[in-house]
């Protein structure tokens, strides 16, 4: 089945600064979801972006689905930012999303 | 549009106790599908459906059951609990499958004593 790899697994940063979290995938994929994990535990929709380039206030996404990864940029952090983020595409004849391992961010203020 | 919600958010069962996972959404999606969360593992599909009346197994299916009465609730239950179901389990709802978006709910936090 598809794989889907996140990266970096562990990401700490200042107040104010930008990140970029990245997503392969080992296949073609017509679906792609970010999502936010918060320290709650909740699963928070940030973009459904199969492919081109989305924003959301200071938040954009990236998919390049020839070369098979997502990019999830990050400007100007808050701590409310602070969480796990995952991408997850189609795995397979179930209908399901494949989730990656995460990308778990902490932003310091 | 209160989106997709579940009930209970917690609960803490015995061993061999039983108990059922309500998941509703008011979207008027067709499909609806059970996850677990475990430390480690990511989520991981329990069961799904792609419309009312409908039920199939996803990857980790033993130890559950689930219904789909009406269009707008999938419920997960446990006939006798056992530690190794302890995990957050998520509902999810979308119009269709691989071409749509999948929605959240807000998760329920289950611990098998």
């Known amino acids: 089945g598809i794989q889907v790899e996140q990266s970096p697994p562990d990401l700490i940063l200042q107040e104010g600064a930008n990140s970029t979290l990245r997503c392969n995938f080992s296949d073609s994929v017509n679906n792609l979801q970010w999502f936010h994990q918060n320290p709650w535990g909740q699963l928070i929709n940030l973009f459904y972006?199969?492919?081109g380039t989305k924003q959301n206030g200071r938040l954009s996404a990236t998919t390049v689905a020839t070369e098979r990864y997502s990019l999830l940029y990050i400007s100007s952090s808050q701590t409310t930012d602070s969480g796990v983020y995952f991408c997850a595409t189609y795995g397979g004849s179930q209908g399901n999303l494949i989730f990656g391992k995460g990308t778990k961010l902490s932003v310091k203020p | 549009n209160a989106g997709v919600t579940q009930t209970p958010k917690f609960r803490v069962l015995k061993t061999g106790q039983s108990m059922t996972l309500l998941c509703a959404q008011d979207?008027?999606?067709?499909?609806m599908y059970w996850y677990r969360q475990d430390p480690g593992m990511g989520l991981r599909l329990i069961h799904y459906?792609?419309?009312?009346?409908?039920?199939a197994k996803g990857e980790v299916p033993d130890g559950y059951n689930v219904s789909r009465l009406k269009k707008q609730n999938f419920l997960l239950g446990l006939e006798s609990a056992a530690p190794s179901q302890t995990s957050v389990y998520f509902c999810?709802?979308?119009?269709?499958?691989?071409?749509?978006?999948?929605?959240f709910g807000p998760g329920t936090r289950l611990t098998v004593l």
């Open positions: 459906s792609v419309g009312e009346g409908t039920t």
């Open positions: 979207m008027n999606h067709e499909y």
């Open positions: 972006i199969p492919s």
């Open positions: 999810a709802s979308s119009y269709y499958g691989d071409y749509n978006e999948q929605f």
